[in-house]
């Protein structure tokens, strides 16, 4: 009986060492092939063909991209894989809320931009001003700006404005003056006089459109700055 637990005992070491034995050849074939393959890929990232050869700028409406493209055009040539800070990039455009960078290999550089996003608008002056959702006001082409600011409204009252504005397709559609305590929008040869209280001025909207403009073969102005009253401008039926 001694003789066979001794046997057994044996064996039992025997087959633990085996099991050691290929554990530690298996982990040596791992790291071979390991540091076989990192070598062999760091061969690679040096190689000519992970040279930066293209940059290109995505996301430019509002921002110089030109001067952004030419900020980036240094990285032509390097490696694609070599650490690039994005601080020593950028440039000073207001426009630019943040930058990202995107390796396309083998060879090409994507540059992400995020602009700041106009809220609204409006001429100032000889000036033009856009705002931003960030609250940035920066300057802006006349060109496509419909909203005049004649006079500086309460800062709580431009803030309902633009609320107004932003879900309005009359006001984004129209040419609009702003005066301190009420505004003013010119739509189809009709001057109508809004107030800064949304309640107001889109509950006497559609009451105006519902139910007052068949009433009138011309109109000329409309005063929508009273609750629930409006007083028009124009020629009534015959």
């Not at 020593?88 to 931009?113: F, G």
């Amino acid at each position: 009986m001694g003789h066979w637990c001794g046997g057994h005992i044996k064996g039992s070491r025997w087959l633990m060492f085996k099991i050691a034995f290929r554990a530690v050849v298996a982990g040596l074939i791992f790291g071979l092939i390991f540091f076989a393959g990192t070598a062999v890929w760091q061969v690679l990232c040096k190689s000519s063909i992970f040279t930066i050869d293209t940059v290109e700028v995505r996301g430019v409406v509002r921002t110089d991209a030109n001067r952004l493209r030419a900020a980036y055009q240094p990285l032509v040539g390097k490696n694609i894989f070599d650490e690039i800070s994005l601080d020593s990039a950028l440039t000073n455009d207001d426009w630019v809320r943040r930058i990202e960078m995107k390796r396309v290999l083998p060879d090409k550089l994507v540059v992400l931009v995020e602009e700041e996003r106009e809220v609204i608008s409006y001429k100032t002056g000889d000036k033009c001003i856009s705002q931003t959702e960030s609250g940035k006001e920066l300057s802006t082409d006349c060109a496509t700006v419909r909203i005049e600011m004649a006079e500086r409204p309460l800062d709580e009252e431009f803030e309902e404005f633009i609320g107004m504005y932003s879900s309005s397709e009359l006001l984004k559609s129209s040419k609009i003056t702003l005066e301190n305590g009420f505004f003013l929008v010119y739509s189809d040869g009709v001057e109508i006089v809004g107030s800064y209280r949304p309640e107001v001025f889109s509950r006497n909207y559609d009451l105006f459109k519902d139910r007052i403009r068949t009433r009138y073969r011309s109109i000329t102005s409309i005063d929508l700055t009273v609750k629930n009253k409006i007083y028009v401008k124009g020629v009534i039926n015959g």
